[in-house]
């Protein structure tokens, strides 16, 4: 079966301090993985792709095949990264399966 | 990068009524898709839109309830059929570009009240 897991409904960390949302996934092959995310009042937007390896608005996310993971990091957190984060997977027929989705909220 | 403009942005709506929700983009794709993100949960893909012949649903979702067109490249309508409350929710269309990078692209989504 092809499944996204992110186990953490809410996730609140003090500005400045280091974030880390957590992603598995199920998936029989090489998987392509996303984050998006979807700040207040505004459509769902890609942060990153495991293929490409790049780092947006300071977050990065590694894909560990053996944990079957993709979890998303950052090293210091800042107000404006409160939104919802989706981890999603290609699917074989290029359909796209999203996880639940983490809230992140930055305090003060 | 694609610009998708879906219509109406919000609507309450009687139950019983049907509605249908317009998608269009502003550049040629291979794929077009259908989401709902119900209050509080995560986006469930209802169908992929396929030009020119029937939408291919995915389980819990009928042709019925949700028919959709999608006469060219560029276009697709989703129809909320029969609607009750457990309709309300938030409905996104989703493209991916012909070339260009391979992600999903989403419109902004259109929230439906059913009351």
């Known amino acids: 079966a092809q499944r996204v897991t992110q186990p953490e409904k809410l996730l609140s960390v003090f500005k400045g301090a280091p974030v880390e949302l957590k992603c598995n996934y199920s998936?029989?092959?090489?998987?392509?993985l996303f984050w998006y995310v979807q700040y207040s009042r505004q459509r769902l937007q890609l942060l990153l792709r495991?293929?490409s390896r790049e780092s947006i608005k300071g977050f990065t996310a590694d894909l560990n095949k053996g944990e079957t993971s993709f979890h998303l990091k950052k090293p210091f957190a800042q107000e404006e990264d409160s939104a919802m984060y989706y981890c999603?997977?290609?699917?074989?027929?290029?359909?796209?399966?999203f996880g639940k989705g983490t809230r992140l909220h930055i305090l003060p | 990068s694609a610009v998708i403009s879906q219509k109406p942005s919000r609507d309450i709506c009687q139950r019983g009524t049907s509605l249908t929700i317009q998608c269009q983009v502003d550049?040629?794709?291979?794929?077009m898709f259908w989401y709902r993100q119900q209050p509080g949960q995560s986006l469930t893909l209802i169908a992929t839109?396929?030009?020119?012949?029937?939408?291919?649903?995915e389980s819990g979702f009928v042709i019925d309830k949700f028919p959709i067109s999608r006469p060219n490249l560029t276009f697709s309508t989703l129809t909320v059929s029969n609607m009750s409350p457990e309709d309300s929710s938030i409905y996104l269309c989703?493209?991916?570009?012909?070339?260009?990078?391979?992600?999903?692209?989403f419109g902004q989504g259109t929230r439906l009240t059913v009351v």
């Open positions: 989703s493209v991916k570009t012909v070339g260009g990078p391979n992600e999903a692209f």
């Open positions: 495991h293929i």
């Open positions: 998936y029989s092959g090489s998987p392509e």
């Open positions: 999603a997977l290609r699917s074989r027929d290029d359909k796209i399966i």
């Open positions: 550049s040629q794709v291979t794929m």
């Open positions: 839109a396929n030009q020119g012949s029937e939408a291919t649903y």
